[in-house]
């Protein structure tokens, strides 16, 4: 599956992570995104997915890697998922969740990285900091 996540921050340079509801990842901590709609570019997508999962504008997206992971949770369909990861800051943290998350949280990488988090989710998040 084409899909995209963003690492959003905002300007105290906090990352906003949101829990899922759905496979994968339910009841996980993770970034924006979803999958690329046929016809649609990527940083179209990317755009789409923060106002969509969190009522936020992203003026500036910065792209930053490509991702592939499998997600293979025991009864759970199997998921490929092929993904461009970017990176947006936002001005706003009034976040308005869609159904698909059940909560967000606004921390610093930092205080992410002492959560239980996927290791995809991790890497970013130490990415960040060593670029910081």
């Known amino acids: 599956l084409p899909c995209v996540d963003i690492l959003v921050t905002n300007k105290a340079n906090e ?5 899922r509801k759905n496979a994968p990842a339910k009841d996980e901590w ?6 690329i709609l046929f016809g649609e570019k990527r940083i179209d997508t990317a755009k789409r997915k923060v106002i969509e999962e969190c009522g936020l ?3 500036s997206i910065k792209e930053l890697t490509d ?3 499998v997600f293979n949770t025991p009864g759970e369909q199997i998921i490929h998922n092929v993904s461009t990861i970017y990176e947006t800051q936002v001005d706003s943290n009034q976040v308005q969740l ?3 998350s059940s909560e967000y949280k606004w921390k610093s ?3 992410w990285l002492k959560e239980p988090l ?7 998040l130490i990415n960040k900091i060593q670029k910081s």
Do not use: C, H, M, P
């Open 109 to 111: 990488a930092e205080e």
């Open 67 to 69: 991702f592939e992971f």
């Open 30 to 35: 993770w970034i924006v995104g979803g999958r």
């Open 118 to 124: 996927d290791d995809f989710i991790k890497n970013l």
């Open 15 to 19: 990352v906003l992570l949101i829990k």
């Open 57 to 59: 504008k992203a003026d």
């Open 98 to 100: 869609d159904s698909q």
